[in-house]
């Protein structure tokens, strides 16, 4: 746990480094005002973690020589965390997108061997080497919007070997770009060509073969599943999810994307990290997530990309206070675009959020759906110094105004890293 006296010994301030006179929006729930607003507060980093928040008057402050830095009324808020992307695949879907724009529906593309098959064979086509280069610009356009950590999963590979590429690969493109990662195995994403009619004969691989050579390398935190119509049923998803907390790993769900599947109750009924999509989430799954305290990922731009009607259940959710985050889906079918800005906007224009809710969605609630909230996704004292510092007068300002980001650091444990 955190100790409440880190940061200052006696009424000197043990620190590296000091940011003063900045509006904190913290997100703190234990402070009551709107944002978690510390205003005009300091917050002072050591190494890698803050190490206080102190008001504008402290004691503490007086003797504190270098580096400081004047914010002068400017907002802080916690690095911005991505807790739901494909962002490694090869390839591209453009076409796909011209079709379902005459109409053809996803699901009749993927039947047809489109969608997330196509990208299946052009990722399988590219050596690691090559998906690293090809994702760099994506995880670095979310980076220079903010984004301090980002979630990827594999499920472009669907074999072990591919899947273990993947996977690879998404570790070697966050080190580059300075962006701390959590790693999801996504194998149950679709049934592979190869196992085409036996779907079960390929959930046995994912369990016995994948998952564990996925826990003993270490190259995946959780392990996600695609419960759909379109991929796998709630028996299926099941074992998947048996497997991988018998191997340690947490586990999260694609669900009630397409289809109410009975998905989020699943994930619920495991103690999973994340429930994500949820447009045809019913009553009886909030009130499973509500229970479990799993996280609600909303994942809005999937939604306009497809063109949906069924919106998630954001009132319904909200009442029964199941935490929800916002994250951007970054794939190449249904999501393709690198921005956790937008994606909060659209997550207030489309399904109602407010920008606070949107932005606690992208921070503190994200946080927790990577099963990072001991250690991110507020300002508190203790936890990891990633904030960012922003040219805006009102935090509404980083979710309301897009196209240039009026981002003025992007601080990342502590370090101002060289611009990405
Ligand atoms: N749901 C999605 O929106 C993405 N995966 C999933 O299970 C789509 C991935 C793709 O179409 O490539
Ligand atoms: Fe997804």
């Known amino acids: 746990m955190i100790a409440p006296h880190i940061g200052t010994r006696g009424m000197s301030l043990v620190a590296d480094a000091l940011w003063i006179d900045a509006k904190l929006a913290t997100f703190d729930p234990r402070v009551g005002a709107a944002f978690g607003l510390r205003d005009g507060w300091a917050l002072a980093t050591q190494g890698e973690r803050i190490a206080a928040i102190l008001p504008p008057n402290a004691p503490e402050l007086r003797d504190f020589r270098e580096p400081v830095t004047d914010c002068a009324g400017k907002w802080i808020t916690p690095g911005f965390i991505d807790c739901h992307t494909h962002l490694v695949w090869g390839g591209s879907r453009a076409s796909d997108w011209e079709l379902r724009l005459t109409g053809v529906p996803y699901t009749e593309i993927a039947k047809r061997g489109g969608g997330i098959l196509s990208t299946v064979r052009a990722t399988r086509a590219m050596s690691e080497d090559e998906l690293v280069a090809a994702a760099m610009p994506r995880l670095r356009a979310l980076a220079r919007e903010g984004v301090t950590c980002v979630e990827i999963k594999s499920g472009y590979g669907l074999t072990t070997a591919d899947e273990l590429k993947m996977l690879r690969a998404a570790g070697r493109v966050a080190d580059e770009v300075g962006v701390e990662v959590s790693r999801t195995l996504l194998a149950a994403h679709s049934v592979p060509p190869e196992f085409a009619g036996r779907a079960d ?72 990290w994340s429930a994500d999509h949820l447009e045809y989430l019913d009553e009886v799954g909030v009130q499973a997530l509500a229970k479990a305290g799993t996280v609600a990922v909303l994942l809005p731009g999937a939604y306009y990309f497809l063109r949906e009607n069924q919106k998630p259940p954001v009132g319904a959710l909200r009442d029964m206070g199941v935490p929800m985050a916002v994250a951007t889906d970054l794939n190449p079918g249904t999501s393709p675009f690198a921005s956790l800005r937008l994606a909060m906007n659209m997550a207030c224009v489309l399904y109602g959020l407010t920008p606070e809710e949107a932005l606690a969605g992208a921070t503190r609630e994200a946080a927790r759906a990577l099963g990072r909230a001991e250690r991110g996704g507020t300002l508190e004292v ?3 110094a990633d904030f960012l510092v922003w040219d805006v007068t009102h935090p509404a300002e980083i979710v309301c105004q897009l196209g240039h980001t009026p981002l003025i650091d992007r601080v990342r444990r502590g370090k101002v890293p060289p611009v990405v």
């Open 201 to 272: 004969d390929y959930v046995s691989l994912v369990c016995d073969e994948m998952i564990p050579v996925v826990a003993r390398e270490k190259l995946a935190e959780a392990v996600d599943v695609f419960c759909e119509s379109i991929a796998f049923t709630v028996p299926q998803c099941e074992r998947i999810f048996a497997a991988a907390k018998s191997h340690g790993l947490a586990v999260k769900g694609h669900v009630e994307q397409l289809t109410n599947s009975n998905g989020a109750e699943l994930v619920a009924r495991h103690g999973g």
């Open 382 to 384: 203790g936890k990891q």
